[in-house]
């Protein structure tokens, strides 16, 4: 829970303040653009919220915050019924953002063929309610091995199959599928794993219906750009790995939307993605590339 006595000093005063837990990890200011921004290497509320709906995003921004750093000094408003927030047709942000992920979003998928998680989130009563309404979980697909979250919990109230690359696994000890291929692979009926090693070894995205690219952390929306991002400060396995994987695999595909485990999602008409993502790569094999900063400027 977020303390009043932490209250980072650079919050504009008001009842709603972020602490100095904050982690800077993006998720809060994605859900309260225009209300939350970055300071010096935290986050802070530049503007208190006003409206119903700035209160609800500010009420979101507090329950996704991984490490518990936003508060409210007074009563804080109903959360029932916040997270999970259905962002399209059937694809839910889980929220409840975990800090084994350094906080990175994870999603929900409900569909006949079986409903499945894209990362996990924290293991929290109000996901859980959710799913089972929904018919459970049938998989957990895992992008990486930072952002495996509560995995083994929701995998062991659910008995769901869990899903990672083999150079990943041992983040994920009790993964039951694992792929060793570099090449892109059916996994089910409309969903397939593609690899992209350069984050890390085992990185991979997940490409469903043949429109939405769940990328992990290998692929993201800068809001300062206001353009298709990768994170080269933040690549632990080889940034020329991840270049040639990205240009290899991912250009290939046909997209409408990505949904990043950090930054912004985005959708356009798959050939702006594709003009973008060739762009991308292009800036990606330059020696002077620089990791894009992410901001407040925009919301999903």
Request: glycine share 8%.
């Amino acid at each position: 829970m977020a303390r009043f006595e932490r209250r980072h000093p650079a919050n504009v005063e008001g009842p709603w303040f972020v602490d100095t837990a904050c982690i800077n990890c993006d998720s809060s200011r994605q859900c309260a653009s225009g209300l939350i921004a970055e300071g010096e290497e935290q986050s802070v509320f530049i503007r208190q919220p006003e409206t119903p709906e700035e209160i609800l995003r500010a009420t979101r921004a507090m329950l996704i915050c991984p490490v518990s750093a936003i508060g409210l000094h007074g009563s804080v408003p109903s959360t029932e019924g916040i997270f999970p927030v259905e962002l399209d047709s059937g694809i839910f942000l889980c929220g409840f953002n975990s800090p084994k992920a350094y906080g990175a979003n994870s999603y929900f998928v409900r569909r006949s063929a079986g409903n499945f998680l894209i990362d996990a989130p924290r293991f929290v009563p109000e996901l859980v309610r959710v799913f089972e309404a929904c018919g459970g979980l049938q998989d957990i697909l895992l992008t990486h091995r930072d952002d495996v979250g509560d995995y083994d919990r929701y995998q062991a109230h659910f008995g769901a199959r869990v899903w990672i690359h083999e150079a990943d696994r041992d983040r994920a000890p009790l993964a039951t599928d694992f792929w060793k291929s570099l090449d892109p692979t059916n996994i089910r009926d409309g969903l397939r794993v593609v690899p992209v090693p350069g984050h890390t070894r085992g990185s991979v995205v997940f490409y469903f219906e043949d429109k939405h690219l769940f990328t992990g952390d290998s692929l993201y929306w800068s809001r300062t750009l206001g353009d298709l991002a990768a994170f080269r400060s933040q690549c632990w396995y080889s940034w020329k790995a991840q270049t040639l994987s990205t240009e290899k695999n991912l250009t290939k595909l046909s997209f409408g939307e990505i949904w990043p485990g950090h930054g912004t999602r985005y959708g356009a008409p798959p050939d702006e993605m594709h003009e973008r993502l060739l762009r991308l790569v292009e800036l990606m094999k330059r020696d002077d590339f620089k990791l894009h900063p992410r901001n407040s400027n925009a919301i999903w």
